[in-house]
């Protein structure tokens, strides 16, 4: 059975997507491994499955997957990305997700450009989550990150220079750490000025990232909390730079970025077997 795609990316961090809405393909673990891939199958970050919404209020139900086959939260480019793909589809400019983290909205600002509500971020130690009480803003680990959760959890190490941090061997390491009973995001953010950062990403089950959407939501919200930022940030990942705004009357965090089509295709579901 021949299965239609659609290859996007939110400044590189990119995304398979397919509408099991008309697909309706089955997925394990394995199947999920093979199509993200880079030799052997498609080829991304995150798989990302679109349904019909659960909720009256949404437009769709989206789903990410991480290369592994475990399910992620949210996804901030992610869902930048689903936002364009609905606006080619449907010409509107507003959309509600529903993601496992909670309705999102959209708004799609030029042809190029997305803005998501990611929401309010949680800094309980029971909802971001974490093993034990302790405090969110210091964590008792080396370097006294801070976490939060976006949807999924984030820690945050504040460093000098990010030219000298390895977030290959830290976050493999500090991703598995007993104190994260799912895993978390581990982020490592340069202040350049209170409005500007520099952010790298190491994401739980994907790895090192060109970008991160909730990362960056993260990185501002803890940086803000740490007395070390303005609610307003451009935030400067690998693959490109997004605005984040985390506004204090409602709380909820705003992300601005550009998004990408790559191209479309098909697969033959018979060549990944479940």
């Given at each position: 059975?021949d299965?239609?795609?659609?290859?996007?990316?939110?400044?590189?961090?990119?995304?398979v997507?397919?509408?099991?809405?008309?697909?309706?393909?089955?997925?394990?673990?394995?199947?999920?491994?093979?199509?993200c891939?880079?030799?052997?199958?498609?080829?991304?970050?995150?798989?990302?499955?679109?349904?019909?919404?659960?909720?009256k209020?949404?437009d769709?139900?989206v789903?990410?997957?991480?290369?592994?086959?475990?399910?992620?939260?949210?996804?901030?480019?992610?869902?930048?990305?689903?936002?364009?793909?609905?606006?080619?589809?449907?010409?509107?400019?507003?959309?509600?997700?529903?993601?496992?983290?909670?309705?999102?909205?959209?708004?799609?600002?030029?042809?190029?450009?997305?803005?998501?509500?990611?929401?309010?971020?949680?800094?309980?130690w029971r909802?971001?989550?974490?093993?034990?009480?302790?405090?969110?803003?210091?964590l008792?680990?080396?370097?006294?990150?801070?976490?939060?959760?976006?949807?999924?959890?984030?820690?945050?190490?504040?460093?000098?220079?990010?030219?000298?941090?390895?977030?290959?061997?830290?976050?493999?390491?500090?991703e598995?750490?007993p104190?994260?009973p799912e895993g978390a995001?581990?982020?490592?953010?340069?202040?350049?000025d209170?409005?500007?950062?520099?952010?790298?990403?190491w994401e739980?089950?994907?790895?090192?990232?060109?970008?991160?959407?909730?990362?960056?939501?993260?990185?501002?919200?803890?940086?803000?909390?740490?007395?070390?930022?303005?609610?307003?940030?451009?935030?400067?990942m690998?693959?490109?730079?997004?605005?984040?705004?985390?506004?204090?009357?409602?709380?909820d965090?705003?992300?601005t970025?550009?998004?990408?089509?790559?191209?479309?295709?098909?697969?033959?579901?018979d060549?990944?077997?479940?």
């Open positions: 059975m299965i239609s795609f659609s290859k996007m990316h939110g400044i590189g961090n990119d995304f997507i397919i509408d099991n809405s008309v697909n309706r393909i089955q997925l394990n673990n394995n199947r999920i491994a093979e199509l891939d880079r030799r052997y199958g498609i080829g991304c970050d995150q798989l990302i499955i679109l349904s019909a919404p659960k909720d209020k949404a769709v139900y789903r990410f997957f991480n290369p592994g086959g475990d399910e992620a939260g949210a996804c901030g480019n992610g869902s930048r990305c689903v936002t364009a793909w609905l606006h080619d589809k449907f010409q509107r400019k507003n959309f509600t997700l529903q993601t496992s983290a909670g309705l999102l909205p959209t708004e799609v600002i030029d042809a190029f450009t997305v803005k998501v509500n990611m929401g309010q971020p949680k800094m309980n909802d971001i989550p974490l093993q034990r009480d302790v405090d969110s803003l210091y008792p680990l080396s370097g006294e990150p801070a976490a939060v959760s976006m949807g999924n959890p984030h820690v945050t190490f504040f460093v000098e220079d990010l030219s000298t941090v390895d977030p290959v061997f830290c976050g493999q390491v500090l598995k750490d104190l994260f995001n581990i982020g490592f953010v340069q202040m350049l209170r409005q500007n950062m520099r952010v790298r990403v739980r089950g994907a790895g090192l990232t060109l970008a991160c959407g909730s990362g960056a939501c993260a990185s501002v919200v803890n940086a803000v909390r740490r007395g070390l930022a303005d609610r307003y940030c451009e935030v400067r690998d693959g490109g730079n997004l605005i984040v705004e985390w506004d204090e009357a409602s709380n965090v705003l992300m970025g550009p998004v990408h089509f790559s191209f479309t295709g098909q697969f033959n579901l060549h990944y077997p479940l």
